[in-house]
């Protein structure tokens, strides 16, 4: 009786994997298919605010203010806001510098954190369209060229943008996060032809400000948006020929740290809009949120169960002991990885293996701080130079 039910969760943890990683791309891939939900395009020239939040990017913001003035728009038509967070380095020294050229400070008071920052800076800009953007991204000139059209279509409350990662120092980390980000590219263009996107690139999404609600302040901006959008009777859609550039992460701590902070807030916000997670509330939204982050984010979990009964059938059959084996050398692959990036070697091999882990820890260790109360209100940008 004891075999058959380590026999039950063996099974039951590789099914529930398959589902995530597999399963559920299929099935929204499937659905956007059957029934896609298609936008109406037309041309529109509404008035466009360019949002950059920054705090302490004097290493990048002037840089970010050239890009943003090569974007072709009628300057009647389109503000450029920076919203400094407290600032405490040249960055507001740095955006004052382009006031002739028609950019425009928004200094917060208080260091109060990105969204807080957000949500005023919201308040304060005159375009109809806000664009949110982040110091060190860099954008097309036509960048609005991909996204206005579709606010033609008055169903549609939100754009978001396609996020490129560029590994210049070809690192493990780096090819761990472009390989990561294909994947969820595909999963955002399905998602938008189904039903609606879940959760936007922070560094490139559009929102009509009729339709922008103030956020608390630990929330994840760029994931809880889309819920906001939804909740308004609005979808929030994927342009993926809207296309911005940034660079990857490094460092694997870098990354790491990156990453718990945004999925301690996903939790978050999952937490308080739990009512979403109920397909009869939401319809198909809900089992997007419940598949692509709840499920998504109880993997480690999924993973210690299978390793486990692995280790207690591998005497059974020679496929338990194949398993155990699998398990064992990927995991020292990833272990590989780490040793490559802390000597400051690359190899490509070992480059998912490490990034599956370290996104898997990163879910861990955001789920404990999230359980003890721990909240990620203040912003704080991490830099491959810090």
């Not at 692509?292 to 169960?305: A, E, F, G, T």
Request: hydrophobic share 45%; net charge neutral.
């Amino acid at each position: 009786m004891i075999l058959i039910t380590e026999q039950i969760i063996f099974w039951l943890s590789v099914a529930m994997l398959a589902y995530i990683y597999l399963g559920y791309p299929l099935l929204v891939y499937i659905v956007g298919r059957i029934s896609p939900l298609h936008v109406i395009r037309g041309h529109i020239e509404p008035k466009v605010t360019v949002l950059i939040t920054a705090f302490n990017e004097e290493a990048s913001i002037q840089k970010k203010l050239e890009n943003t003035l090569e974007i072709k728009y009628p300057a009647a038509k389109l503000e450029i806001m920076v919203a400094s967070d407290g600032s405490t380095d040249k960055t507001d020294e740095i955006v004052r510098s382009f006031a002739d050229k028609g950019v425009r400070l928004f200094r917060q008071e208080g260091r109060v954190g990105k969204t807080e920052t957000q949500n005023n800076a919201v308040n304060a800009a005159t375009g109809e369209i806000i664009l949110f953007s982040d110091a060190t991204t860099t954008y097309r000139e036509n960048i609005f060229d991909t996204i206005l059209p579709i606010f033609a279509d008055e169903t549609v409350g939100c754009v978001a943008g396609r996020l490129v990662y560029v590994n210049d120092d070809n690192t493990s980390v780096g090819h761990g996060a472009k390989s990561y980000w294909s994947y969820e590219t595909f999963l955002k263009t399905a998602e938008s032809k189904a039903t609606s996107l879940i959760g936007a690139s922070g560094c490139l999404y559009a929102v009509r400000k009729s339709a922008y609600e103030p956020m608390y302040p630990e929330a994840c901006s760029d994931f809880l948006i889309c819920t906001n959008i939804y909740r308004k009777g609005l979808r929030s859609v994927f342009a993926p020929e809207a296309v911005c550039y940034e660079l990857t992460n490094t460092k694997a701590g870098h990354e790491l740290r990156m990453r718990v902070r945004v999925i301690a807030q996903t939790f978050t916000d999952l937490w308080r809009n739990r009512d979403m997670l109920n397909p009869l509330n939401s319809g198909f939204y809900g089992i997007q949120l419940i598949s692509h982050k709840l499920l998504r984010y109880s993997v480690p979990l999924i993973l210690i169960v299978l390793f486990v009964s692995s280790i207690l059938l591998a005497g059974v059959s020679p496929f338990y002991t194949g398993a155990l084996v699998i398990q064992v050398a990927f995991y020292l692959l990833a272990l590989g990885g780490w040793f490559v990036e802390s000597t400051g070697r690359h190899l490509t091999v070992v480059a998912i293996p490490f990034y599956f882990v370290l996104a898997n820890l990163a879910s861990a260790v955001a789920f404990y701080k999230f359980v003890r109360g721990e909240t990620f209100a203040r912003w704080e940008p991490i830099r491959n130079s810090q």
